[in-house]
């Protein structure tokens, strides 16, 4: 079993002596480690390295404890060997190395990248210490060991770091010889008693998530915020990444260095939010409060007592900025938007007061004019890393120095402790072998000039994972004990006395890495930010109410510019695309009604234009109408334009009248266009045209003469008829009388000749229809209050 590896052989017979140095253990069921691969086509070169068949197993150190050990106690390694070859390994065993004492960070660093074993330059197995018998290891197969061992039996001579080895030698059927078939390398750091100088490390320790919220709230009071996704919630509960950082983090001398947007986010869920469906039409509510509420009170509780440097709002990409945005008109503005905002932000979600005066580029690599950006918004201290700013000296010197001209503070962190714990760290080796080199370097550079106190600073990737941030905490938990390392916050490492050794040039723009050059923001993104910026500001000057577009917008157009989309180029421009999209349809919400073609008779009347506000709150505006031929067709009394201010309630629309002479028949185009009360044009324009058909002077005397033509004929045919009926009543009358009976019956030869009656101009009268019952017709021009739209 495992436990059968703490125990030492002894015996001192020669032939017994591959007894002596190992303990047969039983083995648990050799665990299969994948399908037999192909043997691989190597070069000659590779396979000169290879000649020793050392990376014939792989060696995997999974565990080493304790990290740091002192005087008295017994290193435990644990770990699996896996046979990658295609042949069967025979009478194989794991054994311990020890090399010499490293005097330098370099050496650390070229043994780290070993993977070989070189006889003659490697050292040789201990001799005192424990081995594991393997008798056989088929090809694709692993098994599992433990070493242990006391410190006392490493060949620890003095303070300082030695390479652990751990190998797998044997014999494979083809070659009947033993010989080192695989080999493993880690760091034992060894520091038995507290140095009279140590270290002061400082650890960032970063709360920084991607962009969640979109720039949509509900349309309740509380302007509920609306999140792009439920993303953030799988961070935030128990065993995400947030929560792993905060639980971590609690128990750690670190100094915390938070995205308020972060917090801002984490807030809105904790007091209810809406989150977009997967076609992002429609909202749904969100249902993780309890654990945004949950996560909170554990950080607030968590940074009792500690320093915490907040970044600007949203972490802004201050080399994109510097390199693509600074061109971009009103850009700069936006990072000085996100740090004012940083400050109560914080303050009001953890009540604490924070640090704002730090800038922290990507990778902290920089030049001059990521420097320049940096400061722009009121930052005095900028954390840059070693590989960017570089020491040509023998030993580490302290982070902080002057920058520049000297009104700048660059915290340099070390790029070695920095990158310890990038890449996968959930494989057991990987943590481990991350964990150990760390103290190994940590202990080095203390060890480079005992006799000099200095300040180190380690800030490490932006969004750790869960693992790594796992294997972060387990390296802080070894150098717990203090003994060539203490820690300190951000805030005294950067007010340390600078090392007037150390480099304070700003590196030129030709050094900054190519990798993170390709990573930035494109220059579109800063003009697609300058598109939003521009329209929001024109549709806030309409609202009664423009602090419910401001602030959502501001804070999206802020989250455009985060350091989170490097190496997401798609999402970032989906991202701006929606912020955008949205502005818009929100401006669109206030428009004109498209009005059909009109026809005036008359002289004067009003044209009605209607504006609709489909908003939650009133606007203000000016609607301007514009005739498109003045002479035709006035506006204004004289002029060919006229302008009326209109105010909209929220969900309603408003009609605006403007009184209108017209000149001479004909077409006329007529141009309608909203304003914001400076004279900046607000939404598209609007055309119709209004037909003109006025009725002139001459024509209405034409038609007068007509109609008075009509009434006096209507006079003469009523007094004719009135005539007619008096000659008939007086012929009754005569006839009435006695002896005239006769004569009644006679036919007078006269009348039958007679001609007809004729009036003073002898013109026979004929009989007539009745006169019309229609009224004269006015003349008088249309009346001021006439309609004419239809």
Do not use: C
């Not at 098994?143 to 490493?154: D, M, N, R, T």
């Not at 310890?420 to 000039?449: H, N, P, Y």
């Amino acid at each position: 079993m495992a436990e059968a590896a703490d125990i030492q052989g002894t015996g001192p017979s020669p032939a017994r002596r591959w007894l002596r140095r190992t303990i047969t253990v039983a083995f648990g069921a050799p665990l299969l480690a994948g399908l037999l691969q192909a043997p691989a086509v190597t070069s000659p070169a590779a396979a000169a390295e290879d000649a020793t068949g050392s990376k014939t197993v792989d060696v995997s150190l999974d565990t080493l404890t304790p990290s740091a050990p002192v005087e008295g106690d017994t290193v435990r390694v644990t770990g699996t060997v896996t046979n990658r070859s295609r042949k069967t390994v025979t009478d194989a065993t794991v054994d311990l190395h020890v090399g010499p004492r490293m005097t330098s960070r370099s050496q650390i660093d070229q043994v780290a990248g070993r993977t070989g074993f070189r006889r003659g330059s490697d050292p040789a197995a201990l001799e005192d210490a424990p081995a594991i018998a393997i008798p056989r290891l088929g090809a694709g197969l692993s098994a599992e060991f433990s070493l242990s061992v006391p410190v006392s039996k490493l060949g620890l001579d003095e303070a300082g770091v030695y390479q652990l080895g751990v190998s797998l030698t044997g014999q494979t059927t083809d070659q009947r010889y033993d010989r080192v078939l695989g080999i493993e390398r880690t760091f034992v750091p060894y520091q038995p008693e507290a140095t009279e100088k140590k270290t002061q490390l400082t650890y960032l320790w970063p709360l920084i998530s991607s962009a969640h919220v979109s720039a949509e709230t509900a349309t309740d009071d509380q302007q509920t915020p609306v999140f792009e996704d439920d993303a953030l919630a799988a961070e935030l509960k128990p065993g995400g990444r947030l929560d792993q950082l905060v639980s971590l983090g609690k128990d750690l001398p670190v100094t915390w260095v938070v995205d308020p947007d972060l917090l801002a986010s984490v807030d809105a869920m904790a007091n209810g939010y809406r989150v977009k469906d997967g076609n992002g039409t429609l909202h749904v509510p969100g249902p993780n409060q309890t654990a945004a509420e949950r996560w909170l009170n554990a950080l607030e509780k968590a940074i009792e007592g500690r320093k915490v440097v907040a970044l600007p709002f949203a972490d802004p990409d201050l080399a994109s900025l510097a390199h693509r945005g600074k061109d971009v008109p009103g850009s700069l503005g936006h990072l000085q938007s996100a740090t004012a905002l940083a400050r109560g932000t914080v303050e009001t979600i953890l009540h604490v007061q924070p640090a704002t005066d730090f800038a922290w580029p990507a990778d902290g690599a920089v030049d001059p004019s990521i420097v320049a950006v940096a400061t722009s918004a009121g930052a005095d201290k900028v954390i840059a890393r070693s590989d960017s700013v570089r020491d040509d000296l023998s030993y580490t010197p302290t982070a902080a120095r002057p920058l520049g001209n000297g009104s700048t503070t660059a915290v340099v962190s070390d790029a070695l402790l920095s990158t310890a714990f990038e890449g996968d760290m959930v494989r057991a080796e990987k943590s481990t072998l991350a964990v150990q080199e760390f103290l190994a370097q940590s202990l080095a550079i203390t060890l480079e000039q005992p006799e000099v106190r200095r300040s180190i600073v380690v800030a490490p990737q932006r969004m750790p994972s869960v693992a790594q941030a796992q294997t972060m905490a387990t390296a802080l938990h070894g150098l717990s004990g203090r003994r060539w390392s203490e820690p300190v916050d951000l805030l005294a490492a950067a007010a340390a006395k600078p090392d007037p050794d150390a480099s304070t040039a700003v590196p030129g723009s030709s050094r900054y890495p190519k990798k993170l050059r390709d990573r930035e923001l494109p220059v579109q993104a800063f003009r697609d930010m300058k598109t939003t910026r521009d329209e929001l500001d024109d549709f806030k000057v309409v609202l009664t109410l423009p602090y419910r577009v401001v602030t959502p917008f501001g804070n999206a157009i802020n989250r455009e510019m985060s350091t989170s989309w490097r190496g997401q180029a798609r999402a970032a421009a989906i991202y701006r695309g929606n912020v955008l999209e949205y502005l818009q349809t929100l401006t669109k919400g206030v428009q004109l009604v498209d009005k059909s073609d009109l026809t005036l008779s008359g002289r004067s009347a009003t044209i009605p234009v209607t504006v609709q506000n489909q908003l939650l709150q009133d606007a203000h505006l000016v609607l301007r109408l514009t005739s498109g031929n003045k002479n035709r067709l006035k506006l204004n009394g004289d002029d060919g334009l006229a302008e009326l201010p209109v105010k909209i309630n929220g969900g309603h629309s408003q009609s605006v009248k403007f009184p209108v002479s017209a000149n001479v028949n004909g077409q006329v185009a007529m141009t309608a266009q909203l304003y914001t009360d400076d004279g900046t044009p607000y939404g598209q324009p609007m055309t119709f045209n209004v037909k003109v058909s006025e009725i002139t002077a001459t024509v209405m005397l034409v038609i007068a003469g007509g109609v008075l033509l009509l009434v006096l004929a209507g006079v003469r045919m009523y007094s004719q008829r009135k005539r007619r009926a008096a000659l008939n009543a007086e012929a009754e009358a005569e006839a009435a009388e006695p002896g005239t009976e006769a004569e009644d019956e006679q036919t007078d030869p006269e009348t039958e000749t007679r001609p007809a009656e004729t009036d003073g101009d002898d013109e026979p009268v004929q009989p007539s229809d009745p006169t019309p019952d229609t009224g004269p017709e006015s003349a008088d021009p249309s009346g001021a209050g006439e309609k004419v739209d239809r």
